[in-house]
């Protein structure tokens, strides 16, 4: 049995327990239920604050570039410098409206800022963020910004976003509801935000004292357990996890095994053990 630390809470063996707020949960056509934590206001607005710095970097050093072109060749027209220019402006206005969206379809859902934190875009099924949704949440970011003139030309920015995204459960801007999206966290594959744990010698001892009882299981379950097994490396994290947890809890129970498992992840490699040990009990190896 291993042995409860204060800093990890056991997963709850009940799916109903688990928490609303804060957490975007998805059902497979497996049907099992994949649970992602989303990111919180303060997360968001630091991505936010890495992808603006990016874009003003790249937009003075188009600008300049502008400038220094129209100083050397002159402005005319038709002219060479004129044309180079134009690319520049060009380019300057992809920068500020193209570059949330143009990343977001490169990088599934994640710009530079979002990448550096460990968050990303996913539709509210769990899916890749759609063009349509990209464009039509960035575009709405001039409504979450909702900017407030004050004094001495210094301005407000981010009320309307900061409201919506308290009152939502998933903490969902104005584009966000409008593009059916929501932003996740990447890092981890547990509800509870613990990070994926590297399977040592010790990890396998204990869980191997929840197969005491592998004679109760029967051909069908080693069936579907290989199965998952053969096709494990091809899953992304989260669905091996949730898929892995779909699959042993049942099992878990049937065997009557007495364990504690801290990480959704680890029910993946408790389907591996399982098989392993099933198999070298029925010389199936």
């Known amino acids: 049995m291993v042995a409860e630390s204060p800093r990890n809470k056991p ?39 890495v992808d603006l710095l990016i874009q003003i970097v790249l937009g003075a050093l188009l600008s300049g570039l502008a400038g220094a072109v129209l100083y050397v060749t002159g402005n005319a027209l038709l002219g060479a410098g004129s044309i180079l220019a134009a690319i520049c402006v060009v380019l300057m206005f992809l920068v500020i409206f193209a570059y949330p969206t143009a990343f977001e379809m490169f990088w599934a859902g994640q710009t530079p800022g979002k990448r550096l934190l460990g968050i990303r875009t996913v539709t509210m099924d769990g899916a890749a963020v759609t063009l349509l949704g990209s464009v039509l949440r960035n575009l709405l970011r001039i409504a979450d910004l909702g900017i407030i003139p004050l004094f001495g030309g210094l301005f407000f920015a981010g009320l309307p976003a900061f409201f919506c995204m308290v009152i939502s459960r998933q903490s969902r801007r104005i584009g966000d509801f409008a593009a059916g999206t929501v932003v996740i966290v990447d890092r981890g594959a547990t509800p509870y935000g613990a990070s994926r744990t590297v399977l040592d010698v010790a990890t396998v001892e204990n869980y191997a004292n929840a197969a005491h009882n592998i004679d109760v299981l029967t051909v069908n379950d080693y069936r579907l357990l290989r199965r998952f097994v053969e096709r494990r490396k091809s899953m992304d994290t989260a669905v091996q996890a949730a898929v892995g947890e779909f699959l042993v809890r049942p099992l878990l129970d049937k065997m009557n095994a007495d364990i504690t ?18 198999a070298e009990k029925n010389g199936l190896l």
């Open 261 to 278: 498992v801290y990480y959704q992840i680890d029910f993946a490699d408790l389907a591996e053990i399982l098989e392993l040990k099933y």
């Open 11 to 49: 997963l709850l063996r009940k799916t109903d327990d688990r928490p609303t707020v804060g957490c975007l949960t998805v059902l497979t056509p497996e049907n099992a239920e994949i649970v992602f934590k989303t990111a919180g206001f303060t997360t968001r607005l630091a991505a936010f604050v």
